[in-house]
């Protein structure tokens, strides 16, 4: 491991070799911890209490359908094949036996692939979530700790995207997904990476019209496209010298500075 160093006037990158820049909004996420994504976003449930409505979606039957569930429209993407809310036939109250994240129905996936849309703008995302290992039910299939990507879009462009690595997600407990922008966007595409048709199951979605408000300087890295995460980055100016780590979208932030020259420094991988 070294340091690459380059120099920043605002949060635009000047210089940095080996290293790509991420999107162009700055990104706060939330995971575990949705009192507070509540409070900071001032978000609000977008679905309600899902209801028992079985496999709203089926890539076999209607592969551009969409069921709209209050502010929210849900879709199949590239690699997903259905959507289901609540239980289908079954004689459990969910998909998952051991109550979904709140407290009611649940929504289940074949491949936990899909697109939301939003009614409008917002600037806040996030959905109740649960990772089973060792209470997976018997359809659940062979667990695995799933990264999951969110693209936030806006029309069709690429506002940012984050990810949230599966070692960090808890098993077995409800827990909560979410990321607040400063750049407003309308779609989110939501990809377990791993590939695997392992469920993991949903709760209510949430969706917040305030924006995500930085007064640092903040920055994303990427080494050959993939966010660096857990990376060492310090900051060097006039004053005290400043330290942080890269978030799960190899992001970091720091408080507002005077001036605007300063020297951002990053321990990564040597690029050859």
């Not at 036939?89 to 289940?108: C, F, H, M, S």
């Not at 779609?187 to 048709?197: A, P, T």
């Given at each position: 491991m070294?340091y690459?160093t380059?120099?920043?006037?605002g949060?635009?990158?000047?210089?940095?070799?080996?290293?790509?820049?991420?999107?162009?909004?700055?990104?706060?996420t939330?995971?575990d911890?949705?009192?507070?994504?509540?409070?900071?976003?001032?978000?609000a449930?977008?679905?309600?209490?899902l209801?028992?409505?079985?496999?709203?979606?089926?890539?076999?039957?209607?592969?551009?359908?969409?069921y709209?569930?209050?502010s929210v429209?849900?879709?199949?993407?590239?690699?997903?094949?259905?959507?289901?809310?609540?239980?289908?036939?079954?004689?459990?109250?969910?998909w998952?036996p051991?109550?979904?994240?709140?407290?009611?129905?649940d929504?289940?996936?074949?491949?936990?692939?899909m697109?939301?849309?939003?009614?409008g703008?917002?600037?806040?995302?996030?959905?109740?979530?649960i990772?089973?290992?060792?209470?997976?039910?018997?359809?659940?299939?062979?667990?695995?700790?799933?990264?999951?990507?969110l693209?936030?879009?806006?029309?069709?462009?690429?506002?940012?995207?984050?990810?949230?690595?599966?070692?960090?997600?808890?098993?077995?407990?409800?827990?909560?997904?979410?990321?607040?922008s400063?750049?407003?966007?309308?779609?989110?595409?939501?990809n377990?990476l791993?590939?695997?048709?392992?469920d993991?199951?949903?709760?209510?979605?949430?969706?917040?019209?305030?924006?995500?408000?930085?007064?640092?300087?903040?920055?994303?890295?990427?080494?050959n496209?993939?966010p660096?995460?857990g990376?060492?980055?310090?900051?060097?100016?006039?004053?005290?010298?400043?330290?942080?780590?890269?978030?799960?979208?190899?992001?970091?932030?720091?408080?507002?500075?005077?001036g605007?020259k300063?020297?951002?420094?990053?321990?990564?991988?040597?690029?050859p």
């Amino acid at each position: 491991m070294t340091y690459r160093t380059f120099i920043v006037v605002g949060a635009t990158v000047l210089s940095l070799a080996g290293f790509s820049t991420a999107q162009a909004a700055n990104l706060k996420t939330y995971l575990d911890n949705k009192a507070a994504f509540l409070a900071d976003t001032g978000a609000a449930s977008a679905t309600g209490v899902l209801p028992d409505a079985g496999r709203v979606l089926d890539v076999s039957i209607d592969p551009l359908g969409s069921y709209t569930l209050g502010s929210v429209t849900f879709a199949l993407t590239v690699g997903s094949d259905n959507v289901a809310v609540g239980a289908s036939g079954l004689a459990i109250p969910d998909w998952y036996p051991e109550g979904a994240p709140d407290g009611l129905n649940d929504i289940a996936l074949g491949f936990e692939r899909m697109q939301v849309s939003t009614s409008g703008p917002v600037y806040a995302f996030g959905f109740d979530f649960i990772e089973p290992d060792t209470t997976i039910p018997s359809w659940g299939g062979t667990p695995e700790e799933s990264t999951y990507e969110l693209l936030l879009f806006d029309g069709p462009a690429l506002v940012g995207q984050v990810q949230f690595l599966g070692t960090d997600t808890p098993n077995d407990v409800n827990t909560f997904l979410g990321v607040w922008s400063d750049t407003a966007f309308d779609r989110v595409l939501i990809n377990d990476l791993s590939g695997n048709d392992d469920d993991e199951y949903f709760g209510e979605f949430y969706t917040g019209t305030a924006a995500y408000v930085f007064s640092g300087i903040t920055g994303c890295v990427q080494v050959n496209g993939a966010p660096l995460v857990g990376a060492k980055v310090q900051k060097m100016q006039n004053g005290p010298l400043q330290k942080t780590t890269t978030d799960a979208a190899g992001c970091y932030g720091f408080s507002a500075v005077s001036g605007k020259k300063f020297k951002v420094q990053i321990q990564g991988p040597v690029i050859p």
